[in-house]
């Protein structure tokens, strides 16, 4: 087990923080501007270690990345409908809408660094008090790294004096051929989810649950991406729902050539899968030019647009009480 630590340049004279956390199984790195899951190192049946995260390189674009690869995203994830709740008005950065919190959220700010380490896990927790994202505050965060073994778990957590919102997720992209030999076409997706949501045209929730069965959208069995791709001009960027009764939420990715596979549980609501079907934009990642499902984002989260249907439930974070939610990430072969 180790931990490294050093100072990476953001640009324009600022760094900020490079973590490499490294076990038998893993090794995964970290960046404190925007509490950044950077790469994970994994191992495929061959024992061979490759990264299967896509991060944007250099690290400096991190601060103008708009499709936040590995990014903190919070305090409220998803889509805000007119970007307002109540008398609250948020950035507007998605058409009419808010987006991720807008261009002061989680992802764009510099996190404080600790970190612990034992002889079989290692603890990072990044800190940050928000008092920039325009949501009611100060809102004090924390987004915790654990790693033990062949499994990677985020906690975030938050705690404010006052009323607001607390609804935040990691954006991770994943492809577990390794360093991107090939896209995501051909690895077998598996999302115990049996509805997704709605939405219009603008991507905001119109208030229905649709059954998957018989749709491109099923995956409550293992099939290829593709399946869906193939009949989803626009790919996935689709809100799967779970029953409040399940007793695990889970989505799974695996990869044939390699045989690495990945097992993501949460107890969040719903799942956002997005295949970046639509690629347009001129970034780099892991030091190649990003194209169009070269990467399967995996954001596990509330409903999104919550506040506007109270009958799915809250996402308020009441004065004084401390909230967390967890994602596992469990990385192996078959």
Request: charged content about 20%; proline content about 5%; cysteine-free.
């Amino acid at each position: 087990m180790s931990v490294r630590v050093e100072k990476v340049s953001m640009g324009e004279g600022k760094t900020t923080q490079l973590v490499r956390l490294e076990n038998a199984s893993l090794t995964v790195e970290l960046v404190a501007y925007g509490a950044h899951l950077y790469r994970v190192l994994a191992k495929d049946r061959q024992g061979i270690a490759e990264n299967v995260v896509l991060n944007v390189t250099p690290i400096s674009a991190l601060a103008t990345d708009l499709q936040y690869f590995g990014a903190t995203v919070g305090p409220v994830a998803g889509r805000i409908k007119q970007a307002q709740i109540g008398d609250l008005s948020l950035e507007v950065n998605d058409n009419t809408n808010s987006l991720h919190s807008g261009s002061q959220g989680w992802s764009f700010q510099e996190w404080d660094l600790d970190w612990q380490e034992s002889d079989d896990e290692i603890t990072v927790t990044f800190s940050y008090i928000d008092h920039k994202s325009g949501f009611p505050g100060p809102i004090a965060a924390q987004v915790i790294y654990h790693l033990i073994d062949n499994q990677l778990s985020i906690t975030f957590t938050g705690e404010s004096p006052v009323a607001t919102f607390f609804n935040p997720t990691n954006h991770g992209y994943f492809n577990l051929s390794g360093e991107l030999k090939t896209d995501i076409r051909q690895q077998i997706l598996e999302i115990s989810a049996d509805h997704i949501l709605d939405t219009d045209a603008e991507l905001i929730p119109t208030g229905l649950f649709l059954p998957v069965a018989e749709t491109p959208y099923d995956f409550t069995t293992a099939k290829p991406v593709e399946n869906a791709l193939n009949a989803l001009p626009s790919g996935l960027d689709t809100a799967f729902v779970f029953d409040d009764h399940a007793g695990d939420h889970h989505v799974t990715l695996y990869d044939k050539a390699s045989g690495r596979r990945l097992d993501v549980t949460s107890e969040a609501r719903s799942v956002i899968i997005y295949s970046v079907s639509a690629w347009d934009r001129d970034t780099q990642v892991n030091d190649h030019p990003m194209a169009k499902e070269l990467g399967l984002a995996i954001e596990f989260q509330e409903l999104p647009d919550l506040p506007h249907h109270p009958e799915w439930g809250s996402i308020a974070l009441l004065p004084d009480e401390k909230v967390s939610k967890t994602i596992h990430y469990r990385f192996g072969v078959s």
